[in-house]
């Protein structure tokens, strides 16, 4: 087998923990040379996702889960819901405000998120590092490893219309 095609180990360097039913959920990422974050627990299912508000993508225990967001080019904050489909079930992270999301489990309400507004600053890759998530009762370890790796890779909240236009504005012109 050539250098090229053999598979590396990537030693992630910088750890973060967070707090779930089932005790606490090691975060361990790095930043540089490609964003990548991996979840794991005591109980929960590991969970490996490369985070971004516009095209994060997860697997859990070494299998894909297709996320899609559901609005293309609406400016509004609802369009930016982000679906992970996962055999039976549906996870939905759909942002209520600037800094908050609700997660659902086929429509139902299992958790809340509350980010905070540096995640949208331009050196921040994993934008809901700093998120803290408040779970319902009732949810089991699968709901929460996709639950709060969702979070973290598409952050908790979005802007809407009026702000989403004023941020673009300020990255295209190079302002700020």
């Known amino acids: 087998m050539s250098p090229l095609t053999q598979r ?30 991996r979840l794991h627990g005591a109980g929960i299912p590991v969970v490996t996702v490369v985070p971004g508000r516009e095209h994060g ?4 225990n070494g299998h894909h889960v297709p996320t899609k ?11 930016r819901t982000r679906t992970a489909l996962l055999g039976d079930r549906t996870y939905e992270l759909r942002p209520v405000s600037l800094r ?5 489990r086929n ?3 299992i958790a809340e998120a509350r980010g905070g507004l540096r995640s949208y600053s331009p050196g921040r890759p994993i934008p809901g590092l700093g998120a803290r998530v408040t779970w ?3 949810v089991d370890p699968t709901d ?3 639950g709060q790796a969702m979070v973290l890779a598409f952050g ?10 004023l941020l673009f504005w300020v990255d295209n012109t190079g302002t700020g």
């Open 100 to 104: 908050r999301a609700e997660l659902r």
């Open 156 to 165: 908790a909240g979005a802007p809407g219309a009026v702000l989403g236009a």
């Open 57 to 60: 993508a997860m697997t859990l």
């Open 69 to 79: 967001e559901r609005g293309g080019r609406d400016p509004r904050r609802k369009a």
């Open 107 to 109: 429509g139902v309400l």
């Open 136 to 138: 319902s009762h009732g």
């Open 144 to 146: 929460v490893a996709v």
């Open 8 to 37: 590396r180990k990537v030693r992630l360097s910088q750890h973060q923990t967070a707090e779930s039913p089932f005790g606490p959920i090691q975060i361990d990422y790095d930043r540089w040379p490609s964003v990548v974050a």
